[in-house]
C-alpha cells in the first residue's frame, strides 16, 4: 500500500510500466471533470472508473482484495478513509474471477488512513483495502484499474 500525494505519483513508475500511463492521463485530463464510467486507456490493462460512491461507517464498509490488478484510488471532491489490512492475515473466502475481487464483509482493519482530494491510495494485490469510508453521503472517485 502506498499513500501519497498525486503529484507524486510520477516517483512510482518504475514499479509497475503502466502507471507511466496513469501519470499521462491524469496530466491531460481532468479527472474532476470526466464522465462518470469506465474509461479504457489501455484496453484491459488500464483504465480508469470515475464514479460516485456512498459513503459508509467503518462497519459498513466492506474489505477486498484483487489477484490481478492495482488499485490506484483517488478521492475527488471529499476525504475518503481507507481500510488496510495485508493479505497474510486475511482468512480464506471465495474469489470472483470474472471480476477480480474476493470480499470480506465484516473483517475490520487493522489500521485506517484518510486521503482528501489530491491525495492516491494505491493497493496491490497483497493489500486487504476497505474504501468508502466517510461521514459524508457520497464521494465522488477515480478508481484506476492497473495490471500487476
Do not use: W
Request: proline fraction near 7%.
Amino acid at each position: 500500500m502506498i499513500i501519497d500525494t498525486l503529484e507524486n505519483l510520477k516517483y512510482y513508475v518504475g514499479i509497475n510500466p503502466l502507471f507511466a500511463d496513469v501519470v499521462k492521463f491524469i496530466e491531460e485530463n481532468d479527472l474532476a471533470a470526466l464522465e462518470p464510467g469506465k474509461h479504457l486507456i489501455k484496453d484491459k490493462d488500464l483504465f480508469v472508473n470515475i464514479t460516485t460512491a456512498k459513503g459508509k461507517t467503518q462497519e459498513e464498509a466492506v474489505m477486498e482484495t484483487h489477484r490481478n490488478m492495482i488499485d490506484i484510488q483517488i478521492p475527488l471532491d471529499e476525504e475518503e478513509t481507507f481500510g488496510y489490512i495485508p493479505l497474510e492475515d486475511m482468512p480464506e473466502q471465495e474469489y470472483n474471477a470474472e471480476k477480480d475481487i474476493t470480499k470480506y464483509p465484516g473483517l475490520p482493519g487493522s489500521s485506517y488512513v484518510t486521503c482528501r482530494p489530491g491525495m492516491m491510495a494505491i493497493f496491490f494485490p497483497q493489500d486487504g483495502h476497505q474504501p468508502c469510508i466517510a461521514s459524508v453521503p457520497e464521494i465522488k472517485k477515480a478508481i484506476f484499474k492497473v495490471k500487476a
